[in-house]
């Protein structure tokens, strides 16, 4: 088996397992009718950037990013509308949900009527994708911010972690297999932030341990 083939198949096997992470949360939305622990905006910004990679995707004829891109936006989609019919509350993810569908119809746009080059059109959709998935895997930093400030990574998903922390680095290798800037670079923060809160759980676990004792 080539390195390569290697490569796209654990990186498959990785962002299916991420993207099936967040079914069992919108399922416990469902039960309990709680959307507090449920990441609106991760979502929205999940479902903005299968949509750019999917059509990135078939500009590219990258099957993995297709059919990748094609599962995310599905269950993405499903959490999201999922979201909106249980919280009590709809202004603010309306007026978020407004917001992406503004960006992506402006996007759209952009693309077949001023650019209309199919080169520059990847080129273009890829760093849009690029910027949005840049900002998608840079919010884990609040969470570092957070943990910080509370002097504790209690709640923290130790599998949720490094199922992340694994995704980004697969992404990071295929990306820089395949040459393509905007596929690896936006999974730099990624894997900083996934390295980050190790650090932080290997911390503040040693200095909880010697309170205790």
Same mark, same amino acid.
């Given at each position: 088996?080539?390195? !390569?083939?290697?490569?796209?198949? @654990?990186?498959?096997?990785?962002?299916? #397992?991420? %993207?099936?992470?967040?079914?069992?949360?919108?399922?416990? !939305? *469902?039960?309990?009718?709680?959307?507090d622990?449920?990441?609106?905006?991760?979502?929205?910004?999940?479902? #903005?950037?299968?949509?750019? &990679?999917?059509?990135?995707?078939? /500009?590219?004829?990258n099957? +993995?990013l297709? &059919?990748?891109?094609?599962?995310?936006?599905?269950?993405?989609?499903?959490?999201i509308?999922? =979201?909106?019919a +249980?919280?009590q509350?709809?202004?603010?993810?309306?007026? /978020?949900?407004?917001?992406?569908?503004?960006?992506?119809?402006?996007?759209? =746009?952009?693309?077949? =009527?001023? %650019?209309?080059?199919?080169?520059?059109?990847?080129?273009?959709?890829?760093?849009?994708?690029?910027?949005?998935?840049?900002? /998608?895997?840079?919010?884990?930093?609040?969470?570092?911010?957070?943990?910080?400030?509370?002097?504790?990574?209690?709640?923290m998903?130790?599998?949720?972690? &490094?199922?992340?922390?694994?995704?980004?680095?697969? *992404?990071?290798?295929?990306?820089?297999?395949?040459?393509?800037? =905007?596929?690896?670079?936006?999974?730099?923060?990624?894997?900083?932030?996934?390295?980050?809160? @190790?650090?932080? %759980?290997?911390?503040?676990?040693?200095?909880?341990?010697?309170?205790?004792?």
């Open positions: 088996m080539e390195f !390569m083939t290697l490569v796209e198949l @654990i990186t498959q096997a990785a962002t299916l #397992l991420m %993207i099936g992470s967040g079914i069992p949360p919108c399922i416990n !939305m *469902w039960k309990t009718g709680r959307t622990n449920i990441p609106f905006l991760f979502f929205l910004l999940g479902e #903005l950037n299968a949509i750019c &990679f999917l059509v990135y995707g078939l /500009m590219q004829s099957n +993995v297709i &059919f990748l891109n094609c599962v995310s936006s599905v269950v993405t989609g499903g959490c509308l999922s =979201y909106l +249980v919280v509350s709809k202004l603010r993810p309306l007026a /978020m949900l407004s917001g992406a569908l503004l960006y992506l119809t402006g996007l759209y =746009y952009y693309l077949n =009527y001023v %650019i209309q080059d199919e080169t520059k059109m990847s080129d273009n959709l890829g760093f849009c994708g690029c910027l949005v998935s840049t900002f /998608m895997l840079s919010t884990p930093f609040l969470d570092i911010i957070d943990c910080m400030k509370r002097k504790s990574c209690e709640g998903s130790h599998v949720m972690l &490094f199922g992340a922390l694994l995704c980004s680095a697969c *992404w990071f290798l295929y990306g820089n297999l395949l040459q393509d800037p =905007y596929i690896y670079l936006p999974n730099i923060p990624g894997v900083v932030s996934g390295l980050g809160k @190790i650090g932080l %759980i290997l911390y503040f676990g040693t200095v909880k341990h010697k309170h205790s004792d």
